[in-house]
Nanobody, 122 residues
Framework: LEVAESGGGLVQPGGSLKLSCQAS????????IGWFRQVPGKEHKELVC???????FCGESVKGRFTMSSDTAKNTLTLEMSSLIPADTGVYFC?????????????????WGQGTQVTVSS
């Protein structure tokens, strides 16, 4: 199982951005996927949103602004971010594992992408 992110960049406050997580080796229907954010100077990776058989979950700081959608033909999960604020700045990682639940902790995931930078700034 491998995953790779794409779609980061620079966006102004209030803008939108989409990040994609493409999985290979296992189809989406068998995967739980999480999006994590790491801010500058911190090792901790904060859960942003997660998708799995228990249903989607997004953290309080992004609820109502971030959503997820899947494209089974491309084996890709997309994180759609809107009303972006400077606090959303960070490196965003996609992580995946084979599983039936929705997992919220970084150490529950087995495969990680290399990360993609999102910068929200005017």
């Amino acid at each position: 199982l491998e995953v790779a992110e794409s779609g980061g960049g620079l966006v102004q406050p209030g803008g939108s951005l989409k990040l994609s997580c493409q999985a290979s080796g296992v189809t989406l229907e068998h995967l739980s996927i999480g999006w994590f954010r790491q801010v500058p100077g911190k090792e901790h990776k904060e859960l942003v949103c997660a998708a799995g058989k228990d249903g989607p979950f997004c953290g309080e700081s992004v609820k109502g602004r971030f959503t997820m959608s899947s494209d089974t033909a491309k084996n890709t999960l997309t994180l759609e971010m809107s009303s972006l604020i400077p606090a959303d700045t960070g490196v965003y990682f996609c992580a995946a594992r084979v599983g039936t639940g929705t997992f919220r902790y970084a150490d529950e995931y087995r495969s990680w992408g290399q990360g993609t930078q999102v910068t929200v700034s005017s």
